[in-house]
C-alpha cells in the first residue's frame, strides 16, 4: 500500500492489531465523530500549508493512554489523507459567481448551490438546477487559482436524488462548458437522497471547479457545492458576537459549571477557576448560544479544557441555523472538532453559513461536554466604525427604468427604505442581465458593499446578482473584477460583499444569465476612514434634545449633548430611555446643516451591548419622530464605552436621530458629538497652504522661518525644527499666501507641545487678500481657545474668501510659534 488512490475509489489501509487502551479511539475516528455524513464522508483535509496527501507513514501521538509514538497512526480511514487533526477547513466557492450549461425556470439558478444553503428540498428554493440536456454543467469561478483539497457535494433529497450518480468533478483553469476538459478529482458514486459526498481532489490547482454529467442526458441539480482549501483566515478586529449572549446546555453539573462561562470573554481553560461550561455525562451533551439575530457566522473558536479530559471534545460539531428543533441538532453543521489537545482552541470556519443560533454537540456517545470558551465570529468586512459611504448621492445609471419610482439615483440617496412603493429603490425592467452603476469619482480602494433588498415582495430576484468594481466603462462594469455575489435574499436583506481593498472607479450589480428586473434600495460603498479632525465644530453642544423616554430624573436626553463623554451612567451624563419597542433620542441642531460624521459614546459600566445596531439618522422632518429621514450609518461597534463615528458624508439636515430599530430595548446615549462639513476636512481633501510661501512679523533665530509652519510636518517639539517662531514682540503675525483667491473651508493650527503652548491661545485667524501685516486687517475666522500642549484646532471658515491666512496674537505682547498651519478649501454651507 503507498498511499495511492484512484479518483472515485476509497482505499482501505492494512492496519496493525491497535492495543487495548487505543481500540475505543481508533474506533470512534470510523464512526460519526469526523464526518458530517458518514456514509459519504471521504476526506480530512490537510494541516494549514498542506495540500497534498502524505505519500509515506508519518509520525503521530499515540491517543491518550499511550506513551509512545507511533509510525503507522492514520488521520482517517479509507481516503488517502492522513493529516494530524488541527485546522477546519475554508469554503472558496461561497458566494463566488456560479453559472451552468441552462437554467430551469424561476428558483434554480446557479447561485443557489454557493450560498451557504445545504438545504435538499428543491421547492425550497437553494438547489441550482438545469434544463433536461445532453450534459449538462455548473462551474464555479474562485477568483484565482487555488489548491483544492476537497469538494463536497449536497444532492436534492425530495426526489431524483439518483441523477447526480456519476456526476464528475473538475478542477482546472478552463471556464464554463470548456471546464469538462479540466482534469477530473473524482466521480460521485453515493447518490441517496440528500447525500453528501465529498470528492478528495489532493491538492489539484485551478480557477474553476466543474460539475457535469458526462455521457448522458439529464437534469443537473445541486443543492450545495462547496470548495475545500485549508484554513481559515482571522478577521482582525471582527466582532465576537456570542460574548454576553443568552445560552442553554443540556444539563448543568454544578454551580461553578454554567453555561454562560463559554461566553463570558475568560478564555481560562482550567475547570476549577470557574470560567468553563460543563455538562454531566450523558448521551449526546450539547451547548447552545442565542446570538440575538440571523448572522452570517465566519467561524467558531472553541477553547478546550486544559487541566484534565480534554479529549472529550474530539468530534464535536458545531452547527449553526435558526431553528431550535432537537436543540439545535438539525440546523446545518459547519465543522468538527477535531485537535483536542491540552487547552487547545479550535477554529472551525463557517464561511457565512447564516443562522441565530450556535450549537455544539457530541454527537453519537455518551460524554461531557466542556467548553472553556466559545467565540463567534460574524463575517463581516466592513472596517470599524468610522467608515465612509462613497456612493452616497454619487452619478449613477442602470440599464432601464421601471416606472416614475425605479429612479437608479434611488440606491444612493441614504434611505434604506425597502418598500419600493416609498420612493427609494431603483428598478429596471424585466429584460436580460440588467445592470445599475455608480461612479465614485475616482478610482478607490473599496472595503465592502452593502446591498439593501427589497422588502415588500419579490426579493428573491436579488439572488445571484453579482457586485463588480474597477475602472472600465465597457459592458456598462460589467467586464471589472467581481467581488462577489449576493446570496442572502430574504425580505429586505442587507447583503455585504467584501472586496477587500478592490480599486476602482465604478461599482456595477448585475444579474448574469438570466431575464430579470434588478431592484436596489441602497447601496453603500464602503472605505475605511471619517475620523473628524481634533477642534473640529461640534454643532449638537448643549443644543435642545428629546427622547421617547426618560429612565429617570438623572437621565434626560440633554446629557448627551452637555460635551461630557463620562460612560459610566451612574454619574449622570448619560441619556436613558426606558426598555421599550424602537426608543428613540433626537438633537435640533437649530437649522440645517451639513453633516460630516455624529460620534456617538457608548454606555461604560454595564449593558453596552444594547448599542448594537442603532441607527443614525440626518434630515428636517420630525415625521415619525425624524425616523423617516435618511439613514446615514449604523453602530455596530458596541464594546465597553465604545466611540463609534458614523460617516454622514455632508447628508443634510436639522434634525440627527438615534434610534434601535425593530427591537424592544433601552436606549442609553453617554455623548452624540455632531460635526458639519465645511469645517472638518474630508480624509484625503488637500492642504493648500503646504510649501507655499510664507512670512511673519519677525524670526526669533534661523530655525524659526516663517516657512517652517508649511513644510508638511506636525511635529510639535521646536528643537526639531518644524516650527516657526517669532522674536516676542507686540501682536506678531505670520501669514501665508495661497497663490490665489481661494474659498477657505477650515484652517488647522498645530501648537509647540514642548513649552510654551499658552502663547497661542486668544490667536485670530484672518483670511482675505491683504498681506503681511496687513493681514490682521482681512474678515477674521475664528480665535484659537484650545492651547493644551501639542493642541491641534480647528478653526471654521466657512467658506471665507482670500488670498491670505494670517495668524496673529492681538492685544498683548507675545512670541507666535506655529509647528504647523493646514488650510482647507470648500464652499460656504447652504
Request: charged residues 20%; contains cysteine; aromatic residues 4%.
Amino acid at each position: 500500500m503507498d498511499g495511492t488512490f484512484s479518483p472515485g475509489i476509497r482505499v482501505v489501509p492494512v492496519l496493525r492489531s491497535p492495543p487495548a487502551m487505543a481500540l475505543p479511539w481508533a474506533l470512534l475516528l470510523l464512526g460519526e465523530v469526523l464526518v458530517q455524513d458518514a456514509a459519504t464522508q471521504g476526506c480530512v483535509l490537510p494541516p494549514a500549508g498542506e495540500s497534498q496527501p502524505f505519500a509515506r507513514p508519518h509520525r503521530w501521538p499515540r491517543p491518550r493512554g499511550s506513551s509512545r509514538w507511533d509510525e503507522t497512526w492514520p488521520g482517517r480511514l479509507g481516503d488517502g489523507l492522513w493529516p494530524p487533526p488541527t485546522s477546519a477547513a475554508y469554503n472558496a466557492a461561497l458566494g463566488r459567481p456560479a453559472s451552468q450549461s441552462s437554467v430551469f425556470p424561476n428558483i434554480s439558478i446557479a447561485a443557489n448551490a454557493v450560498d451557504g444553503n445545504r438545504d435538499g428540498v428543491w421547492q425550497h428554493g437553494s438547489c441550482s438546477r438545469t434544463l433536461s440536456e445532453r450534459e449538462p454543467w455548473w462551474n464555479v469561478d474562485l477568483g484565482g487559482r487555488r489548491a483544492v483539497a476537497a469538494v463536497v457535494v449536497k444532492n436534492r433529497q425530495d426526489c431524483c436524488w439518483e441523477r447526480l450518480r456519476g456526476a464528475q468533478v473538475h478542477v482546472g483553469d478552463a471556464p464554463g462548458e470548456r471546464g469538462k476538459d479540466n482534469p477530473i478529482c473524482g466521480t460521485i458514486t453515493d447518490a441517496g437522497p440528500g447525500s453528501l459526498s465529498t470528492v478528495c481532489c489532493a491538492g489539484l490547482q485551478g480557477r474553476y471547479v466543474s460539475v457535469l454529467l458526462a455521457g448522458r442526458e439529464d437534469a443537473l441539480v445541486l443543492c450545495e457545492v462547496e470548495v475545500v482549501l485549508q484554513g481559515c483566515v482571522p478577521l482582525p478586529g471582527a466582532p465576537n458576537v456570542a460574548r454576553g449572549r443568552a445560552v442553554a446546555q443540556s444539563s448543568t453539573r454544578n454551580d461553578i459549571s454554567l453555561a454562560a462561562n463559554a461566553v463570558d470573554g475568560n478564555g481560562d481553560a482550567d475547570w476549577e477557576r470557574g470560567s468553563c461550561s460543563h455538562t454531566e455525562k450523558e448521551p449526546e451533551p450539547w451547548w447552545r448560544v442565542d446570538l440575538g439575530g440571523r448572522h452570517l457566522v465566519y467561524a467558531v473558536a472553541v477553547t478546550n479544557r486544559r487541566d484534565c479530559c480534554w479529549q472529550s471534545l474530539l468530534g464535536a460539531q458545531v452547527h449553526v441555523g435558526d431553528s431550535l428543533a432537537d436543540h439545535g441538532k438539525r440546523n446545518p453543521v459547519c465543522g468538527a472538532i477535531l485537535d483536542t489537545g491540552p487547552g487547545s482552541t479550535t477554529t472551525v470556519c463557517c464561511n457565512g453559513l447564516p443562522g441565530r443560533y450556535v450549537s455544539i454537540i457530541i454527537p453519537g456517545r455518551e460524554d461531557f461536554l466542556v467548553l472553556c470558551e466559545v467565540e463567534v465570529t460574524a463575517q463581516s468586512c466592513v472596517p470599524p466604525p468610522g467608515a465612509q459611504n462613497l456612493a452616497l448621492r454619487c452619478p449613477v445609471a442602470q440599464s432601464s427604468t421601471a416606472g416614475r419610482l425605479g429612479s437608479a439615483i434611488n440606491a444612493v440617496d441614504g434611505n434604506r427604505d425597502g418598500n419600493w412603493h416609498h420612493g427609494s429603490c431603483s428598478q429596471t425592467q424585466r429584460e436580460p442581465e440588467p445592470w445599475w452603476t455608480v461612479d465614485l469619482g475616482r478610482p478607490r480602494a473599496v472595503a465592502a458593499v452593502v446591498v439593501r433588498n427589497r422588502l415588500d415582495c419579490c426579493w428573491h430576484r436579488l439572488k445571484g446578482a453579482r457586485v463588480h468594481v474597477g475602472d472600465s466603462l465597457a459592458g456598462h462594469g460589467t467586464n471589472n473584477p467581481v467581488c462577489g455575489t449576493i446570496t442572502d435574499t430574504g425580505p429586505g436583506s442587507t447583503s455585504t460583499v467584501c472586496c477587500r481593498g478592490l480599486r476602482g472607479r465604478y461599482v456595477t450589480i448585475t444579474v448574469p444569465g438570466r431575464e430579470e428586473r434588478l431592484s436596489l434600495c441602497e447601496v453603500e460603498v464602503v472605505e475605511q476612514g471619517c475620523a473628524a479632525l481634533p477642534g473640529a465644530h461640534n454643532v449638537a453642544l448643549g443644543r435642545p434634545a428629546t427622547q421617547s423616554s426618560l429612565l429617570d430624573a438623572t437621565s434626560g436626553a440633554a446629557n448627551a449633548v452637555d460635551g461630557n463623554r463620562d460612560g459610566n451612567w451612574e454619574h449622570g451624563s448619560c441619556a436613558h430611555t426606558l426598555e421599550e419597542p424602537e426608543p428613540w433620542w433626537r438633537v435640533d441642531l437649530g437649522r440645517r446643516h451639513l453633516v460630516y460624521a455624529v460620534v456617538v459614546k457608548n454606555r461604560l459600566d454595564c449593558c453596552w451591548e444594547r448599542l448594537k445596531g442603532a441607527q443614525v439618522h440626518v434630515g428636517d422632518s420630525l415625521v415619525d419622530r425624524g425616523r423617516r429621514n435618511p439613514v446615514c450609518g449604523i453602530i455596530t461597534d458596541a464594546g465597553p464605552g465604545s466611540l463609534s463615528t458614523v460617516c454622514c458624508h455632508g447628508l443634510r439636515g436639522r434634525y440627527v436621530s438615534i434610534l434601535i430599530p425593530g427591537r424592544e430595548d433601552a436606549l442609553a446615549l453617554c455623548e452624540v458629538e455632531v460635526i458639519r462639513q465645511g469645517c472638518a476636512p474630508l480624509p484625503g481633501a488637500p492642504n493648500v497652504a503646504r510649501e507655499q510661501r510664507a512670512t511673519q512679523s519677525s524670526t526669533s533665530n534661523p530655525s524659526g522661518l516663517a516657512s517652517k509652519a508649511v513644510d508638511g510636518n506636525r511635529d510639535g517639539i521646536w528643537q526639531r525644527g518644524s516650527c516657526s517662531h517669532t522674536r516676542r514682540e507686540r501682536e506678531p503675525w505670520w501669514s501665508v499666501d495661497l497663490g490665489g483667491r481661494r474659498a477657505v473651508a477650515a484652517v488647522v493650527v498645530k501648537n509647540r507641545q514642548d513649552c510654551c503652548w499658552e502663547r497661542l491661545r486668544g490667536a485670530q485667524v484672518h483670511v482675505g487678500d491683504a498681506p503681511g501685516e496687513r493681514g490682521k486687517d482681512n474678515p477674521i475666522c475664528g480665535t484659537i481657545t484650545d492651547a493644551g500642549p501639542g493642541s491641534l484646532s480647528t478653526v471654521c471658515c466657512h467658506g471665507l474668501q482670500g488670498r491670505y491666512v494670517t495668524v496673529t496674537v492681538p492685544g498683548r505682547e507675545e512670541q507666535l510659534a506655529l509647528c504647523e498651519v493646514e488650510v482647507y478649501g470648500g464652499v460656504p454651507e447652504l
